[in-house]
């Protein structure tokens, strides 16, 4: 594999930065309300806050005339969080006026924004161009001009149109494309993509790399690149997986699941194992007297991850599979693009540390932000973590 980064973690963590400070923004501007804080003071009950992905999927199709539910998964090319969003209270979901059966299905119903949908509405709409606009400041008008180009290079060779955002991770954590059947073909060289979205243009890349990688049999590249990457044989603390991950507790936990259940890794109290025909150990007071005498390892509430017998191999397969894709695209779109589109996104990465990478200049949370009142991120997630929860991209 190409020294580095791999291409897929570069993609993720500008991807992730631009996020996050996108969803800043839209927490200080939209009335709102969050499980720990509660709602915006003076505005009532506000909607629960949610994250970017949830406009690109859903509020960004819903006009003032609603929009069927059956035609949402085809104009977004992905799934959204329907129960979630109308439970969350960004829109009504309610059959026809028009439709005169007595008992239509639910997908011939129609969904409306609410009155604070529509006004999350007015305030993701500028935030794209905003954000964008605070990257070409900070980063150069020319660096985030020619990663467009080169994101756009990446896109324009697509056989079908992909989403604008990541989709909501299934089954497995995967991340699932559109379906080819009906779905139109992805634009080509006579669009310059000038009129896509940063973000729209890297969640683009980013999926499809997914679903190249992905189309191996193997683990999904949300929990190869998140948990997989940190865990070995000996074990790691679970709280501490978040933290060395950039990932949140109920994401690891899921991701943990999924790697229990098919036997690579395994979750034990630390220190659960002596060595085998060890004898017990004398008490402390014997060992006072009994020269190089250690008091026996004790089994602490702490709980450890590690890598079975079965997983070891598992992360040079991660690795391999990376190589692989890499070296496809090196070959289907040109060394020299995939060359410069690493290079664009390594200058924004820099090291990928809190105190390092450049991408955490603009991630400092508003002080009454939700963020401001957990720990500060060490890292970026090595893949967006975007699950049913509100589409956060740290699963959060």
Known sequence: MPAGLPLSTLLSQVLVAFTIEFDNEFERQMPHRTTNQGSTPGVGQGPWLVSMVMWSNCMRFVGEAGVGVAE?????????????????????????PADTRPKPPQSAWVIRATAMGRKAQQVWGPLFSAIEARWQARFG????????????????????????????LG????????????????????????????????????????????????????????????????????????????????????????????????????LAHQPPGRRKMPDLADCQSAAGCQPAPQITRAKVARLTVKGLEAPQAYRRRLGIVEDRWQARLGKETVRELRESLERLVGEPTADRSPLFRGLEPYPDGWRASVPKPHTLPHYPMVLHRGGFPDGS
């Open 141 to 168: 008008d020319r660096e985030i001009d020619e990663l467009r180009k080169l994101l756009w290079a990446v896109v324009s060779k697509a056989d079908v149109e992909l989403p604008d955002c990541l989709p909501i």
């Open 171 to 270: 089954y497995g954590l995967y991340s699932k494309g559109p379906d080819r059947k009906g779905r139109a073909p992805a634009a080509r060289a006579e669009s310059t993509g000038s009129g896509l979205p940063l973000m729209a243009l890297l969640s683009r890349v980013l999926l499809a790399f997914a679903i190249e990688f992905e189309s191996e049999p193997g683990l999904s590249l949300a929990i190869c690149a998140n948990v997989l990457r940190i865990l070995d044989a000996k074990g790691v603390r679970v709280r501490d997986l978040p933290l060395l991950s950039g990932v949140s507790k109920e994401a690891i936990s899921m991701a943990m699941g999924i790697l229990q259940k098919s036997g690579v890794a395994v979750v034990e109290p630390e």
């Open 72 to 96: 949402l998964e085809g104009l977004a090319r992905t799934k959204t969080n329907l129960n979630g969003m109308e439970r969350w209270g960004y829109i009504d979901v309610a059959p026809d």
